[in-house]
């Protein structure tokens, strides 16, 4: 028996809405498949299954907002019969007291669904007066009652008031976005150590493969710097697992696999940091690919949990209408941000002459808990060295 | 066709002894006074004496000649002036009416129809005027119900007259003037169901037999405040209808309870106990209750007022448990 | 292939690649990348529209050429025609 929960999807993510429901009660699911839509303050995100089997139960219904743990649905293995959706069990308060042989056909009593045990709570706020009804919505909207005045009953806080209160936390889109940034932001820069290094990277070899390789292409099948870029550092983090890795519970958690998080904006302001998988396995095509349809789906709003849960390191492109140099703010848990700066030519001094040459700047804001500024150093050195064979990448 | 509670009672009673032989009433005055109420006048001149059968001042002993009349086959109908008096046949009541199917193991039926009035509000005074119906309702074995509406004084009767168990209707003093819409019967009547009778969304006021005017009333008032109860009428003591009640509640998000009764060891102590079982987590105050003062009802009308519920004090209790919160609700 | 017939397919595709713009709105004179807060890989994926719609595969290295819509028209018009390859290229990117 599985439990298909609400899933985090970005460390600043405390609660999302269901918003629709893909697959139903008695459905076969199997590993990756899309089954639900939640709605975050980052946009609407399509949430995959990580078990095969029947869709047994349905515990939250399209349009409730729960916290981010949440018990979502059960996943069976198809040997009970699917109960029909939203039918638990009934309630003992019902139990206890049924009239006696109701003859006018008096169901029981159901219980509130939105009654149903959350996985992580706010810590109940004894010695706030609230109402049951308040502490309930303030649960699942993950409303703090500490910080509300009430206006019911002898000052009670009530409904209207934590949902005022959720109001003032939500605005719109943008700006509920730019408040989970400024959380995830505010976290990163109090919590983790940083420590930043940079170098410039001659791009002569790549720029020449690149030129090379887009010419013989039609447009469709063109690379992009961002792609050898991402490559590369792929390839330099299988000798510097500290830096592709999280930090959790004062220690080092390596990852298995490099999925780079990239740093995407967002017409009209705001950014995901949607996942590029196993980048150190793929051809460079295939990242192209991947990249393209990863930006796609980020402005499109139609990213998956996956796109945006797995990243395990991230990368800053400023592509080529940037500034010259980025000292990013790592992404917690993670415990690096490599940022690339806009290509440019510069003169650059080649067997003691001077040279104009396509250059960026590479750098690394990291954790100093998980690394340090040697190894940071010698990681940055890799990068440099893998982009001088760009036939390698 | 609008007439009277009383009126309505009176048709109920006259169309039950056309329609069937095994019915009769019986009790304190219904034959040559009419009914100490005036319901069942006229009846002794067209139905005869066997039919309608004035009996001793002994309410132990007429309702347990119901009892035994209807273990026998009839359809007793029987009047007790008040409840106040009525505690003389709750021997009866509980030990032999409520009891009976039960104790022979479902061999005897008890078709009992009682008919009593109840409240305050006549300057009839304490022995006259409790509203006890709660006791009643605390019994299991029978059914009791509680007219609100001329309506209901019509329909019930015939509904409780084909019920297998004994149904005991409580009739308000202060509703028979009360005139009324009576409609034709609409199928067979939900006898044990709950009614809203004014919708509302801010606070559930529940309420039965004569409080529900006076809860009515107070959504009246409150109206004009922004304020929009519901009203709901419970109809059905025993059984309460439990699925509409906490329906409400959690729409409303309030609740208060307007029982005539007292309130300790109240009708609206075990209301508000369902609330808190079944909604606790949809109430947004605590469950207010509007009941008598726990005195014996005063025989002075300033008094006898001061100590029954009124419209007023049911718009407090709603104003108390929504305090400033609406007047958000009531500008949106 | 006329002017106005290029413009359309030049307009459709910038509209392919950033949804919900308007080509009301867009400006004929304007660098397209400047009004549109077009990255790079929005840049790319105009040009792979332009090669769907007018069977015209920009190369590179006249990437400057499409900076602004009429010069888009400019571009398009004359290799469309079959004229010389265009000469005086700039260099990628705005």
Redesign the interface.
């Known amino acids: 028996m599985g439990e298909f929960r609400m899933p985090t999807l970005g460390a600043d993510m405390v609660a999302g809405t269901l918003t629709e429901w893909y697959k139903h009660p008695g459905d076969v699911v199997n590993r990756g498949d899309i089954i639900a839509a939640v709605d975050t303050d980052k946009g609407s995100i399509d949430v995959e299954v990580f078990e095969d089997g029947v869709l047994e139960r349905v515990v939250v219904e399209e349009g409730q907002k729960v916290p981010v743990g949440t018990l979502l649905a059960v996943i069976g293995s198809g040997a009970g019969a699917p109960a029909p959706a939203a039918a638990p069990s009934p ?1 003992a ?2 139990a ?2 049924p ?6 056909a ?4 159901a219980p ?1 669904p ?2 149903a045990p959350t996985a992580a709570p706010l810590p109940p706020a004894h010695g706030v007066r609230a ?6 919505l303030a649960a699942d909207l993950r409303v703090d009652l500490t910080g509300i005045t009430g ?4 000052g ?1 806080i ?4 934590v949902e005022a209160a959720a109001a003032r936390g939500g605005g719109d889109r943008s700006a509920r976005m730019r408040r989970a940034i400024a959380a995830a932001m505010a976290k990163s820069n109090r919590e983790i150590p940083h420590f930043y290094l940079a170098t410039t990277i001659d791009l002569g070899a790549a720029s020449a493969w690149l ?1 090379q390789w ?2 013989a292409h ?3 099948e ?1 690379l ?3 792609v050898l870029l991402l490559k590369a550092t792929a390839l330099a983090l299988l000798e510097f697992p500290e830096l592709n890795a999280r930090w959790e519970q004062e220690s080092l958690q390596p990852a298995a696999e490099v999925h780079i998080g990239m740093v995407t ?1 967002l ?1 009209g302001g705001g950014l995901v940091i949607p996942a590029v998988h196993q980048v150190n396995r793929r051809t460079l095509p295939e990242l192209m690919r991947e ?2 349809e990863l ?1 796609q789906r980020a ?2 709003g139609t990213l998956r949990s996956s796109d945006l849960t797995d990243g395990t390191v991230t990368v800053t492109s400023l ?3 940037g500034a010259d140099a980025v000292f990013g703010v790592i992404y917690p848990p993670q415990t690096a941000l490599i940022g690339f700066g806009t290509p440019a030519e510069r003169p650059w001094v080649v067997a003691g002459q001077v040279v104009p040459r396509q250059v960026v700047t590479a750098s690394l804001a990291a954790d100093h808990r998980a690394s340090d500024g040697h190894r940071g150093g010698m990681f940055l050195a890799t990068i440099a060295r893998l982009l001088q064979q760009p036939e390698g990448l | 066709m609008r007439m009277t509670y009383r009126e309505a009672l009176r048709t109920a009673l006259t169309e039950a002894l056309s329609a069937d032989p095994r019915v009769f009433l019986m009790g304190e005055d219904v034959g040559r006074y009419g009914g100490a109420y005036a319901a069942s006048k006229g009846l002794l001149e067209q139905f005869g004496p066997d039919r309608v059968r004035d009996t001793p001042l002994s309410e132990s002993a007429f309702v347990g000649a119901g009892i035994g009349a209807a273990l026998g086959g009839m359809r007793p109908i029987v009047e007790v002036m008040t409840v106040n008096f009525s505690l003389l046949a709750l021997d009866q009541v509980v030990n032999s009416a409520a009891t009976l199917r039960h104790m022979s193991g479902g061999q005897l039926s008890v078709p009992l129809v009682v008919r009593m009035a109840t409240g305050g509000g006549r300057q009839v005074a304490a022995q006259h005027s409790h509203s006890l119906e709660g006791w009643y309702a605390h019994v299991p074995g029978i059914r009791v119900v509680a007219p609100a509406t001329a309506h209901d004084a019509r329909w019930m009767l015939p509904a409780a007259l084909r019920e297998p168990d004994p149904v005991f209707i409580f009739e308000h003093a202060m509703l028979y003037p009360e005139e009324g819409e009576v409609g034709e019967e609409p199928g067979p009547l939900p006898l044990f169901a709950a009614a809203i009778r004014r919708p509302g969304r801010d606070v559930t006021v529940i309420a039965h037999g004569g409080s529900v005017g006076k809860a009515l009333a107070a959504a009246e008032q409150l109206a004009t405040e922004g304020i929009e109860a519901e009203v709901l009428d419970l109809r059905s003591l025993r059984p309460l209808d439990d699925a509409t009640i906490l329906e409400s509640v959690r729409r409303c998000h309030r609740a208060v309870v307007v029982d005539e009764g007292w309130r300790s060891g109240s009708l609206s102590a075990e209301i508000a106990s369902r609330i808190s079982e079944g909604a606790f987590f949809e109430l947004d105050a605590p469950v207010a209750r509007v009941c008598s003062a726990e005195v014996p009802i005063p025989y002075p009308k300033h008094l006898e007022d001061t100590a029954l519920p009124q419209p007023d004090g049911i718009c407090a209790a709603v104003r108390g448990v929504l305090q400033p919160a609406q007047a958000a609700g009531a500008k949106a | 292939m006329t002017r106005e017939e290029i413009r359309a397919a030049v307009l459709d595709a910038i509209v392919a690649v950033v949804p919900g713009t308007r080509q009301s709105d867009i400006k004929d004179e304007t660098p397209i990348r400047d009004q549109l807060d077009m990255d790079s890989m929005d840049f790319i994926n105009f040009v792979v529209e332009l090669d769907e719609r007018l069977a015209v595969a920009v190369p590179e290295s006249d990437y400057g050429r499409l900076a602004t819509v009429n010069g888009c028209i400019e571009y398009l018009a004359r290799t469309l025609a079959g004229g010389p390859p265009p000469v005086g290229s700039g260099p990628a990117g705005s």
């Open positions: 309630p308060a019902a206890q007291v009239p006696p042989t109701p003859p006018s008096a169901a029981p009593a509130s939105s009654a109402s049951p009804l308040a502490r309930r206006s019911g009953p002898g009670a009530v409904k209207e008031d030129a887009n010419a039609p447009p469709a063109r992009l710097p961002a904006s017409r990249v393209r930006v402005r499109s592509g080529d209408r």
